[in-house]
């Protein structure tokens, strides 16, 4: 493989990852819905008449349903990658081991633990940033009155440890 | 065909405080040495292979091959992401670290079993994911410092607004 070759698949590759990532978080947000089925519930009525059924089965797919996805998802991204790197131009098969466990634990860090535990305090966030475009305010003046409350984000992270303790034993 | 001897690493880590077992047990996941006698050699990703009699590989390659031939890196990248998962959640709800530790205990047992009977590496890298997982475990420790500075910051706000 050339120079400007091995150059320009690196780059592409690197562009096929990120979308490749991008899509995971869709499923993504699936899981952090199915996370919060409970809170989900109040708002759509099918879920509601579950709920109050057969609340044990409700449970139970409250409980497992959203780690069996990132599971899935766990299992495929991993295979992803490690082509992807293989066509980037990973020499040896260590190479690929490495450039694998590098980016799946990247992404793993990023969207689980930033975006995913974060998702209710960034939907907040825009659904203010939206009311105050609605009112007309400046860019300047959006951007200086953005809070974020730590308590809030302390709150999203506690709020998702139930989560965690059921997304371990899939380790 | 190979002959796998499977040493744990134990000593200084072991003094160490309970929540860092958390790192404590991936290390010693990882840092267990699979010196394969037989295999001595490097399989390149185009399929050719380069073979060595005299130098002796040991492997914390992150990708095994089972009997079956299905192989798995997940595990290594998801036991990292487990321990930074305890490590951030140890501030913010100790019982996450708990469920954490018990998983740990239980898929050292498991993965130790599985290194020394399962488990047939093709791959030998001579230790060179060694420091690429160490970086990892410490960068989770940043990570931990990163939510008591949250936690604390909440907190600290919460007793400033009683007041």
């Known amino acids: 493989?050339?120079?400007?070759?091995?150059?320009?698949?690196?780059?592409?590759?690197?562009?096929?990852?990120?979308?490749?990532?991008?899509?995971?978080?869709?499923?993504?947000?699936?899981?952090?819905?199915?996370?919060?089925?409970?809170?989900?519930?109040?708002?759509?009525?099918?879920?509601?008449?579950?709920?109050?059924?057969?609340?044990?089965?409700?449970?139970?797919?409250?409980?497992?349903?959203?780690?069996?996805?990132?599971?899935?998802?766990?299992?495929?991204?991993?295979k992803i990658m490690r082509w992807l790197s293989e066509?980037?131009?990973?020499?040896?098969?260590?190479?690929?081991?490495?450039?694998?466990?590098?980016?799946?634990?990247?992404?793993?860090?990023?969207?689980?633990?930033l975006i995913f535990s974060l998702l209710g305090v960034l939907?907040?966030?825009?659904?203010?940033?939206?009311?105050?475009?609605?009112?007309?305010?400046?860019?300047?003046?959006?951007?200086?009155?953005?809070?974020?409350?730590?308590?809030?984000?302390?709150?999203?992270?506690?709020?998702?440890?139930?989560?965690?303790?059921t997304f371990f034993p899939y380790v | 065909m190979l002959v796998c001897t499977h040493s744990t690493r134990t000593g200084s880590e072991g003094s160490?405080?309970?929540?860092?077992?958390?790192?404590?047990?991936?290390?010693?996941?990882?840092?267990?040495?699979?010196?394969?006698?037989?295999?001595?050699?490097?399989?390149?990703?185009?399929?050719?292979?380069?073979?060595?009699?005299?130098?002796?590989?040991?492997?914390?390659?992150?990708r095994f091959v089972t009997r079956s031939g299905c192989s798995s890196e997940a595990p290594s990248s998801n036991l990292l992401f487990m321990a930074a998962v305890g490590l951030v959640y140890a501030p913010l709800a100790p019982l996450v670290v708990l469920g954490a530790a018990v998983v740990f205990w239980i898929s050292s047992v498991v993965y130790k079993y599985q290194l020394m009977f399962v488990f047939v590496t093709t791959v030998e890298s001579g230790g060179v994911s060694e420091p690429h997982q160490a970086f990892k475990s410490t960068f989770s420790w940043f990570l931990l410092s990163a939510s008591g500075t949250l936690s604390a910051t909440a907190y600290l706000l919460v007793s400033s607004s009683c007041k």
Not at chain 1, 31 to 58: C, D, G, H, K
Not at chain 2, 29 to 50: N, P, Y
Request: net charge neutral; charged share 10%.
């Open chain 2, 16 to 62: 160490w405080p309970s929540s860092i077992l958390l790192s404590y047990s991936t290390s010693s996941l990882f840092g267990s040495r699979l010196d394969c006698s037989a295999a001595h050699h490097e399989t390149f990703a185009s399929g050719l292979s380069r073979q060595s009699s005299s130098t002796r590989f040991t492997s914390e390659s992150a």
């Open chain 1, 1 to 78: 493989m050339s120079d400007s070759a091995r150059t320009r698949q690196q780059l592409l590759g690197w562009l096929w990852l990120a979308l490749v990532c991008f899509f995971n978080t869709v499923p993504l947000l699936l899981i952090s819905l199915l996370a919060n089925l409970s809170s989900v519930a109040q708002y759509v009525p099918f879920l509601q008449e579950w709920q109050t059924s057969s609340e044990w089965s409700f449970a139970l797919v409250n409980g497992i349903l959203p780690p069996t996805v990132s599971a899935i998802f766990g299992w495929i991204l991993p």
């Open chain 1, 123 to 165: 939907i907040q966030l825009a659904r203010e940033t939206y009311s105050k475009v609605e009112q007309h305010q400046s860019f300047v003046e959006i951007i200086k009155n953005i809070t974020v409350d730590p308590k809030d984000i302390q709150g999203s992270y506690i709020s998702l440890a139930p989560y965690w303790l």
């Open chain 1, 87 to 113: 066509y980037q131009g990973a020499i040896t098969q260590t190479r690929l081991d490495r450039a694998v466990v590098q980016r799946y634990f990247a992404f793993l860090i990023i969207s689980q633990l």
